[in-house]
Structure formats: structure tokens, C-alpha cells
């Protein structure tokens, strides 16, 4: 990938620190969840409430030095790697937010280890990536990341770039009002087969957010170099329920399916990437 030096002041970084804060009523979006304890069990969920979400790689170069207190380097590449990221999510959706009349409020991230508190309720690494509406964060740690990736075979810098995107994108649908409406959603569904399938398209409107962020970076600021494409492509194809679960208990079950198949996370990628437009991000059509 091809960032340029502007990072996002909207970094948190929590390392070293230990669990801080009191507990919150929230819901979290996105997340390893599941699998972090089906990958330590394996099962891609969400995080400690009910709405799940994605995960995939973590930043490169996370194999950094620490200080005595446990924290790394306030300046380690994996922070820098981030805040760029963000950065770049913030140029591209402050602009399309400007397009709708409208203006973006910038998510915080929060980078941690081992555990922090949340909006959500605890932040367990294992969880993985995540999203909480309440606080308008995004929770990441990035060790933890560097270990999911590998055993997913989720590498590159791209594919990191893309779980980033993924959970930006789970605060776009805050800002837009999609995640309250898919909770009501959920709350009138029959069952919880028909709940989960609400949840599936939550996640895959965020993955085909993450390729729209790419395609507007890509015109405007030439990101992408070759094979980051690729990269992106597998990561979403590496949190595919249907893989996970293959792999976890050597079954799928598509009525417990809380992200989608792998070829419907890449299809939705895909989309967002080819279109670069939200209107072509419509997971929704026919539930409203």
C-alpha cells in the first residue's frame, strides 16, 4: 500500500494499560468474537453482546520492542500503520459525507492489550476487531491481530488495511442510522436463524463500505499497489462463515451464518471496489 504521511489524531492508544473504565450497555458491531475462541475454538462472531462483525489481519510489523511498562513505542510502526489507515478513512469519508449534506463525526480507535473496557462492555482481545456504537470506537489489538492473521493466512499490509475499513465501516451505518434500524430489526424477527441473516447484511454492507473506501483512496491518492487487491480479497474470503466453520467443526451451518459465506464477503468487497459509490452498497434491499 501507498499512504501517505497524514495520520488521524483520532488514536487512542491504550497498550500496556491494562483493563480501564467502567462497563457500558451497548451493543458491539464486528468482531473476531467467536472465532478468536473457536480459533482459540474457532466460531467468527462479534464481540461480548450480540451484533458481530469481521476480522481479518493485523497491521505489519507489530513484532515491536516494548518499554518497561509494558507499553511499546509511542511511535512503533503498528500505531503509525493504523493512524494512517484512519486517516485515510477519514479524507474519504468526510468527502462522501459532504456529498449527502451531511458531516462525518470521526470514530475514535483504540488500540490495547489484553483487555480494556468499552461503551460495550469489555474489550477481550480475543474477541478480535470490533465496533461500539456507544462510544463511537473502534477496538484493536494489534498483537492479537498478528496471530489471527497468521492462522487464517490473512497476510499483507492491504489485508490489515481492510478489517480497519470494515469497522469504519460499522460507523458509517451508526452515522447513517442502519444500525439502529437493523436492531429493530432484529427484535421483530421470527426467529433467530432470521435475525442472524439481518446480521449477515449488516457485515456485508461494511465489507462492500471497505472496498468503496479503497476504490475513492485508490482515485484520489493512487494507494493501491499490485497484489493489495488480492490481499484484500483473501482476507474476506479467510472470515467467511462457511470457512470458519469448516474448519472449526468440520460442518457448515447457514442458519448460524453471522457474516456470510466467503464468496459472498468477497462478492460485497468486490462491489464496493468495482462501484465506489454507496448506492451500490444496498445489502438491505427488500427488508425496508
Given at each position: 500500500m501507498r499512504l501517505g504521511n497524514r495520520e488521524s489524531r483520532n488514536v487512542e492508544d491504550r497498550r500496556g494499560m491494562g483493563r480501564m473504565?467502567?462497563?457500558?450497555?451497548?451493543?458491539?458491531?464486528g468482531g473476531l468474537g467467536g472465532v478468536a475462541i473457536l480459533l482459540l475454538c474457532l466460531f467468527l462472531g462479534v464481540d461480548p453482546s450480540l451484533i458481530l462483525g469481521d476480522g481479518s489481519g493485523p497491521a505489519p510489523q507489530q513484532q515491536q520492542q516494548t518499554q518497561q511498562n509494558g507499553a511499546p513505542p509511542a511511535q512503533d510502526a503498528g500505531r503509525r500503520f493504523v493512524a494512517q489507515v484512519l486517516g485515510d478513512t477519514e479524507q474519504v469519508w468526510n468527502a462522501e459525507f459532504q456529498k449527502l449534506g451531511r458531516q462525518y463525526q470521526e470514530p475514535a480507535l483504540v488500540l490495547f492489550t489484553g483487555a480494556t473496557s468499552s461503551g460495550c462492555g469489555a474489550a477481550e482481545s480475543q474477541v478480535g476487531p470490533f465496533y461500539c456504537p456507544a462510544d463511537q470506537r473502534v477496538y484493536i489489538d494489534l498483537d492479537f491481530m498478528a496471530q489471527l492473521q497468521q492462522r487464517l493466512?490473512?497476510?499483507?499490509?492491504?489485508?490489515?488495511?481492510?478489517?480497519?475499513a470494515h469497522e469504519v465501516g460499522h460507523h458509517v451505518q451508526n452515522q447513517l442510522g442502519i444500525l439502529d434500524l437493523t436492531r429493530r430489526l432484529q427484535q421483530q424477527a421470527q426467529d433467530q436463524a432470521e435475525a442472524n441473516g439481518i446480521q449477515v447484511r449488516v457485515e456485508l454492507q461494511a465489507d462492500c463500505l471497505a472496498g468503496l473506501w479503497a476504490r475513492q483512496a485508490q482515485?484520489?491518492?493512487n494507494i493501491l499497489e499490485r497484489g493489495d487487491v488480492e490481499e484484500g480479497l483473501n482476507a474476506a474470503a479467510a472470515v467467511g462463515d462457511d470457512r470458519l466453520q469448516r474448519r472449526a467443526q468440520g460442518r457448515v451451518q447457514p442458519e448460524s451464518f453471522t457474516h456470510g459465506s466467503s464468496e459472498d464477503r468477497m462478492r460485497w468487497f468486490r462491489t464496493g471496489l468495482d462501484r465506489g459509490e454507496l448506492a451500490a452498497c444496498d445489502t438491505f434491499a427488500g427488508l425496508r
Open positions: 473504565g467502567g462497563r457500558g450497555g451497548g451493543i458491539a458491531v493466512g490473512a497476510n499483507g499490509d492491504f489485508a490489515a488495511a481492510y478489517i480497519i482515485d484520489a491518492r
